[in-house]
């Protein structure tokens, strides 16, 4: 079976200041992994994603994460925060099963504070 | 370079009546089609889901319905709105070598 924990509902950081968004995935198969970004009323925008290449994956907006498959994670980060980057964040698996079945975290939300 | 439309952005209903709300894929042809519904304040849930003409597949039992009458539209409706009904809802196509999904900005809409 699949499944993806993101294990902060919100985090809280200050402009300027490191973000870690964090997510553990479990999947029967080799996934490829997906961070999203939402901004209100807005619908999702792709960050990142990790498709069995290298395990660092670089994404717009200064993002970065990490695929480590013995901690069956996939954390989020950044090294300095802005204030644009309050938004929901979804880590998400894909599977190929059958096309693609695709699992959605609960979603972080990231607040930034000036 | 492929887009995706959804419209409209806003809608408020009364209960009983009916919905339909409408996705347009351009650039790309043969796009698996989704429809996913966002209650506030929780993540995202799949509805319906399809690869072709009139493939309809329904994740969760409910009063919607979605259909695909062209390759790149996408439509999803219900005769009667529930207050239940309220939420915020995606559609979002994929090319099935991934698993990447590429979501439109979404319709949210209020049953009063």
């Known amino acids: 079976a699949q499944s993806v924990t993101q294990l902060d509902s919100h985090v809280s950081v200050s402009e300027g200041t490191p973000v870690l968004l964090r997510c553990n995935y479990s999947s029967s198969y080799s996934p490829s992994l997906f961070w999203y970004v939402q901004h209100p009323n807005k619908g999702l925008q792709l960050l990142l994603k990790y498709t069995s290449a290298a395990t660092l994956v670089k994404g717009i907006n200064g993002f970065e994460a990490e695929f480590k498959k013995s901690e069956t994670s996939f954390h989020l980060t950044k090294p300095s925060a802005h204030m644009s980057d309050a938004a929901e964040y979804f880590c998400v698996v894909s599977v190929p099963t059958g096309g693609f079945k695709t699992i959605f975290g609960a979603g972080t939300r990231l607040f930034v504070k000036a | 370079s492929q887009t995706i439309h959804q419209w409209p952005a806003t809608l408020v209903q009364p209960v009983g009546s009916p919905l339909s709300l409408e996705c347009t894929v351009e650039?790309?042809?043969?796009?698996?089609l989704y429809w996913y519904r966002q209650a506030a304040g929780r993540g995202l849930q799949l509805l319906f889901y399809?690869?072709?003409?009139?493939?309809i597949s329904s994740e969760v039992p409910q009063n919607l319905s979605a259909s695909r009458p062209q390759d790149r539209q996408f439509i999803l409706s219900s005769k009667k709105l529930l207050l239940s009904d309220s939420g915020f809802y995606l559609c979002?196509?994929?090319?099935?070598?991934?698993?990447?999904?590429?979501f439109g900005e979404g319709s949210r809409l209020t049953v009063l």
């Open positions: 979002a196509w994929s090319s099935g070598n991934t698993g990447e999904l590429f």
């Open positions: 650039g790309t042809s043969n796009p698996n």
């Open positions: 399809s690869v072709g003409i009139g493939q």
